[in-house]
């Protein structure tokens, strides 16, 4: 299980997250929705300390951080258990396909390279992307590379993957293939925290929904009661915007 208790970030005098308290079950998937600038991706930024948050504690398993007195080993073994998907793919250019998923491997979790790479070519075969293992990021498509993107992730067999809008840098022709792919996960069970505006995705695959606004988690329930049902105006103000005729949401 993961529990995020008062986690807080301050950027100078904006409180960006305010003290939010959040579990998550293993094999349970949430997508966070909301405003932009409300904190959605500072959420996961902070869980996996690519930010440090000003306040809170993160525990993800029997690994429990104190967010303010976090020392580098502490840092270093939650990021082994929450791995990150960013929204620009964040590949290295000179490395291939198979590299790229190979090198958190060798560095963070210290295999060999034969064996980083034979998990590497597993993971290629699984993302379908097995004939790219000695493509370099430009020879790829965006899809392509957003696919080895969370191939990475995957083969480091975290407790959870933190999705970062992993859509929203994609042509739409590449979308669904992306999407096709994390939804894979979601059917194996992957326990995944999502941050994204694909609300189909959302109703199709999400345990539970988040509508973050200011910083805060303002409502969250099934996908199928906050989509129709949601009890808070901010809410049903966000989804008609967003939604329009997609979902009907009652007033």
């Not at 293939?177 to 189909?200: D, F, I, P, S, W």
Request: aromatic share 6%; net charge neutral; charged share 25%.
């Amino acid at each position: 299980m993961i529990a995020i208790q008062g986690l807080t970030k301050r950027f100078g005098d904006a409180t960006v997250l305010d003290a939010i308290d959040l579990n998550i079950e293993r094999g349970e998937i949430i997508v966070v929705i909301g405003p932009s600038g409300t904190g959605k991706s500072t959420l996961l930024r902070c869980v996996n300390f690519l930010e440090r948050p000003n306040a809170g504690r993160i525990q993800v398993g029997d690994l429990s951080v104190d967010t303010t007195r976090a020392r580098k080993k502490e840092i270093l073994e939650l990021r082994r258990r929450t791995a990150f998907v960013f929204q620009n793919y964040a590949l290295f250019a000179n490395k291939t396909a198979l590299e790229n998923i190979a090198e958190g491997l060798i560095v963070v979790n210290r295999w060999s390279k034969p064996k980083a790479h034979a998990r590497a070519r597993e993971i290629l075969e699984r993302i379908g992307l097995a004939d790219k293992a000695d493509a370099y990021p430009a020879s790829m498509s965006g899809g392509q590379q957003q696919r080895v993107g969370i191939g990475r992730a995957m083969a480091a067999q975290a407790e959870v993957i933190l999705f970062d809008e992993p859509t929203s840098s994609l042509d739409p022709e590449w979308v669904e293939e992306v999407l096709g792919l994390m939804k894979q996960l979601a059917y194996e069970r992957q326990t995944m925290l999502v941050v994204t505006h694909e609300m189909g995705f959302a109703r199709d695959v999400a345990d539970r929904v988040l509508f973050m606004d200011g910083g805060r988690i303002v409502e969250q329930g099934p996908p199928e009661e906050l989509f129709s049902k949601p009890k808070d105006e901010r809410t049903r103000s966000f989804l008609r915007k967003i939604l329009a005729n997609q979902v009907e949401v009652q007033p």
